[in-house]
Nanobody
């Protein structure tokens, strides 16, 4: 079992930056790949970024590539999403998730989400 709690969301102007954090609990957290997803109002949840259990592999949605960076610190049981050059279309609730498979189509564990709002 893995429990996930996101933080770091808020209101930012277009072009600004935010860093989201996801604190994980569970003895086997380090075994899990981690992902960030987002859901905007009226839209389906979409994948944003994923990182392997070691941090050695990561991949991104095309819409955020070059602007967002996912990282993890297994000593702190935390995964991060650094978001730069934010755009109004990045506005969404952001969720972190965990799964044994980095490329899973259905992550097993989810946090409650944190709101990110980008004003134009």
């Amino acid at each position: 079992q893995v429990q996930l709690v996101e933080s770091g969301g808020g209101l930012v102007q277009a072009g600004g930056s935010l860093r989201l954090s996801c604190a994980a609990s569970g003895r086997t957290y380090w075994r899990y790949a981690m992902g960030w997803f987002r859901q905007a109002p009226g839209k389906e949840r979409e994948f944003v970024a994923g990182i392997s259990w070691s941090g050695g592999d990561s991949y991104y949605a095309d819409s955020v590539k070059g602007r967002f960076t996912i990282s993890r610190d297994n000593a702190k049981n935390t995964v991060y999403l650094q978001m730069n050059s934010l755009k109004p279309e990045d506005t969404a609730v952001y969720y972190c998730a965990a799964d044994l498979d980095l490329y899973s189509g259905s992550y097993a564990y989810w946090g409650q989400g944190t709101q990110v709002t980008v004003s134009s």
